[in-house]
C-alpha cells in the first residue's frame, strides 16, 4: 500500500478514537478522567506528528515529480493519473498473461515490467489471489468502472438507484398503500386508517460474457491497449445492462425489464406516432402519486426524425424547438438504440418513458475473470479456436439483479411504426 495511504489511515484512526473517547464522556455527561485527558493528549500529539509526516513526504513527491527522471520513469511519475478504468484494465492484462501459464514470472513481475510507474497496480496485484485461472477485480479497481457504466449505457445515465447484495439477495420494502387522514370534530373518534406494506425481492444473477484478445495486444503496455480492454468490457456490460433493463424475462436467470415488471402501463398504439400519444404518457405519470419525480425518455434512433418533424395541421412544428435542446415535451430524453424495431413492414418499436430513480439495480461483487488461451468461443454459428489464433479468452461476469419499486413510474407505448402510414 501506498506510504502516504496507510499514514492517513493510521491518523484517520488515531481520530477515531478521539472523537470516542470525548462521545462517551458527553454521554455521560461528565469531563474527561485524567487518565482520559493524558490518553486524549498522547492521541492528537500522534495525528500531529503523522499530519507532518504526510505533508512532508507529499512535498518531497511533488519536488522528485519535478527531477528528469531515467528511463522508464519518464513517461510518468509514481504518482501517474490515469483515466478511470484504465488501471482495472492493466489488472487484467497482466492477470491473463499470468494466467495463461506460459509466464515464467510472477504476477507481481509481470505488473513490475509492463507498468514499471503503476506502483498501486503493483499493490493490488500483491493482493489479489488467482484460483484455477481466474481474478476478481478488487473492488476499489471495479469501483472505476461504475462512472465509466454510467456514462456509456443509458440505463445507469438515467439515475437509477444502485444497490448493493452483500449476500446475494435484499428485499425492500414498499409502501403500497398510504394513510388517510380526515377531519374530525372535538371529542369525536378518529377514523383509524391501515398503511399497507409490500416488498420487492433483488436476487443475484449472473451476467456473463466472452471477450476474445490478441495476445500481442496483451503484451502491450501502450495506454492505447490498455484503453481497448477496458472499453471492451465497460461496452459489453452496459449494452447487455441496457437491453436487460427493457426486456428481461424475471425468470431464474434474467432479471425483470420494465416491459414485464409494468406490462400494466403498456399503451397499445399498433399505428404512427402522434402528439396525443406524447400527452397521454406524460399524462400517465403525472397523474401517478410519484415522490419528486426525474422523469425521462428512452427512445430509439429510428424515431428521432418523425417526432422532429411532427407537424401541427397549420404546419407549426411540434416538439423542434425543445429537442434541440435534447427535451421532449418538457422532459430529457436519449436516443436509446437497443430499442427493439420489428422487422415488418411498419418495423413496429417502442417509446419509454418513466422516473428512473425507481429502477434498482442490485450488484452482489466486483467483476470476475477466468482466462484461456486453449478454449474455443463462438461466433455466430462458427466455433473460433484461441489456439489457434493466438488469441486469450476472457470470461466475465457479474452477478446483479434489476426491479422496478414502483410500476406506476413507468409507461411505454407498443407497437408504434417507425416507417409506413397511418392504417
Known sequence: MDKILQMKQKRAGLIKQMREMVAGAQTAQRSLTEDEKT???????????????IVREEELRELESKLPAPGVMASGSRDEKLEPGIRAARFVKVALLCARGHQMESVTDIAARMYPQDEQLRAVMT??????????????????????????????????????????????????GA??????GENKPITSSKVTLGS????????A????????????????????????????????????????????YSPKGVTVACADQKIAVDNVLTDEIIYEMVGKLLSAKLNNPVLAWRIPGVLWAKLYGMQTASGSYIFRDEMKDGKLCGYPFVIDNNIKVGD??????????????????????ALEIAISSDASFTDGDKSVSAFENDLTLMRAIV?????????????????????GTKE
Open 39 to 53: 490518553s486524549y493528549e498522547a492521541l492528537r500529539n500522534q495525528a500531529a506528528g503523522l499530519a507532518d509526516d
Open 127 to 176: 493482493e489479489s489471489t488467482p484460483e484455477d485461472g481466474g481474478y476478481t477485480i478488487p473492488q476499489n479497481l471495479y469501483n472505476e468502472i461504475i462512472p465509466l457504466l454510467r456514462q456509456t449505457g443509458v440505463t445507469r445515465s438515467l439515475g437509477v438507484s444502485e444497490l448493493p447484495l452483500p449476500n446475494g439477495n435484499l428485499n425492500l420494502v414498499k409502501q403500497t
Open 179 to 184: 394513510a388517510n387522514f380526515s377531519w374530525v
Open 200 to 207: 420487492m425481492k433483488l436476487s443475484a444473477k449472473k451476467l
Open 209 to 252: 460474457g466472452i471477450i476474445p484478445i490478441s495476445n500481442e495486444l496483451l503484451r502491450d503496455s501502450s495506454l492505447a491497449a490498455d484503453r481497448f480492454v477496458r472499453d471492451e468490457m465497460v461496452n459489453g456490460i452496459a449494452e447487455s445492462e441496457d437491453i436487460t433493463a427493457l426486456y428481461g424475462s424475471g425468470t431464474e
Open 344 to 365: 415488418d413492414i411498419n418495423g413496429k418499436t417502442q417509446i419509454f418513458f418513466g422516473d428512473w430513480k425507481n429502477f434498482m439495480i442490485g450488484v452482489e461483487s
Open 399 to 419: 452477478r446483479e439483479d434489476f426491479g422496478v419499486r414502483y410500476n406506476e413510474a413507468f409507461v411505454w407505448a407498443d407497437g408504434v411504426f417507425s416507417k
